[in-house]
């Protein structure tokens, strides 16, 4: 499988440009989905949520778009800051949302 | 209030030996997940408790155990430890194990 921390995909930005995070979940029964940051040496971190009934969510500097024909989550950074640095990980969950599964996760990079 | 708290923060073991890491949930929450993370397979769920039941198990061996107390902290078992089974275990609480999950700090265990 793909590796966490080493070989995960990276997306370099500068700050305050916006970032886009993507993210194709698996299974079409899944009805809620969740967005995590994990910084180094952290556990993950709740970023926004969203269930199957909704298309968008936004929170603050974030917006969640999910697209059930395709099957694909995105995850939206406003002005990103260098403090946004981490790994992000979507997951999804279903009904009853008792077990989640996890994507691989994307590195996010900010440079000053 | 307190967040999810993981003991130890650190484990070095033998292979052969057993380990026994514990989980302190959000007050008032009666959902505990565990989750192990490595670089090869990601966030992969373990098991789910709830009101001291097991609900939901995740693809791994009989080595690995859990329990629930009645004030909702969770322990989990590994016996017979593999240098495999290194990893970073996180434990994650909620209300009811329908969402909102926030995630501990996790244990780091090295098995040697």
């Known amino acids: 499988g793909e590796s966490v921390g080493l070989h995960l995909p990276t997306l370099s930005v500068q700050e305050g440009d916006n970032s886009i995070i993507n993210c194709a979940y698996s299974?079409?029964?899944?009805?809620?989905f969740i967005w995590y940051k994990q910084e180094s040496g952290k556990g993950p971190q709740f970023i926004i949520d969203i269930r199957s009934n909704m298309d968008k969510r936004q929170g603050q500097r974030v917006t969640v778009l999910l697209n059930k024909t395709v099957k694909h989550l995105s995850l939206q950074i406003a002005a990103t800051q260098p403090g946004d640095s981490a790994v992000y990980f979507c997951a999804e969950g279903g009904p009853g949302y008792s077990t989640l599964t996890f994507g691989k996760g994307t590195m996010l990079l900010v440079s000053p | 209030k307190a967040g999810v708290t993981q003991t130890p923060r650190y484990l070095i073991k033998t292979r052969g030996q057993q380990v026994t890491l514990s989980c302190s949930p959000i007050s008032g929450h009666r959902s505990v997940s565990w989750y192990q993370q490595t670089p090869g397979q990601g966030l992969q769920f373990l098991f789910e408790y709830f009101s001291e039941t097991q609900r939901n198990k995740g693809n791994f061996p009989g080595r690995f155990s859990g329990r629930q107390f009645s004030n909702s902290r969770s322990e989990m078992n590994v016996s017979t430890l593999e240098l495999g089974d290194s990893a970073l275990y996180l434990c994650?609480?909620?209300?009811?194990?329908?969402?909102?999950?926030?995630f501990g700090s996790g244990t780091r265990l090295t098995v040697v």
């Open positions: 299974n079409s029964a899944s009805d809620y």
């Open positions: 994650a609480s909620s209300l009811a194990g329908s969402g909102g999950y926030t």
